[in-house]
Nanobody, 126 residues
Framework: QVQLVESGGGLVQAGGSLRLSCAASGRTFNRYAMAWFRQAPGKEREWVSTINTGDIPYYPTSVKGRFTISRDNANNSLNLQMDSLKPEDTAVYYC????????????????????WGQGTQVTVSS
């Protein structure tokens, strides 16, 4: 079992910044890719970023250049630095663990991930 606990969400004005953190349980954190997803009201969950075991980050075009994912394997933590925030970034953000045995190869596919946190709300006002 893996537990993922997000923190750092809140209310920020457009153009501002927030830093999300995720604390993960377990002693094998460094063996898995980790990711962030988000879900806005009435919308499907959307991939935000993935970082693989070699610390290589991946982003969709919607956040590339504004968001930075990082991991601290010594402390079992995952972070997401969000800059130049826009109202359309408003969503619940989820910390997610990759399943290395997954059949699904696309990092944006929710089905390749096996553990999800409870989420943290990010609200960007215009």
């Amino acid at each position: 079992q893996v537990q993922l606990v997000e923190s750092g969400g809140g209310l920020v004005q457009a153009g501002g910044s927030l830093r999300l953190s995720c604390a993960a349980s377990g002693r094998t954190f460094n063996r898995y890719a980790m990711a962030w997803f988000r879900q806005a009201p009435g919308k499907e969950r959307e991939w935000v970023s993935t970082i693989n075991t070699g610390d290589i980050p991946y982003y969709p075009t919607s956040v590339k250049g504004r968001f930075t994912i990082s991991r601290d394997n010594a402390n079992n933590s995952l972070n997401l630095q969000m800059d130049s925030l826009k109202p359309e970034d408003t969503a619940v953000y989820y910390c997610v663990k990759d399943n290395p045995l997954s059949y699904y190869s696309d990092y944006a596919d929710t089905r390749r991930y096996d553990y999800w946190g409870q989420g943290t709300q990010v609200t960007v006002s215009s």
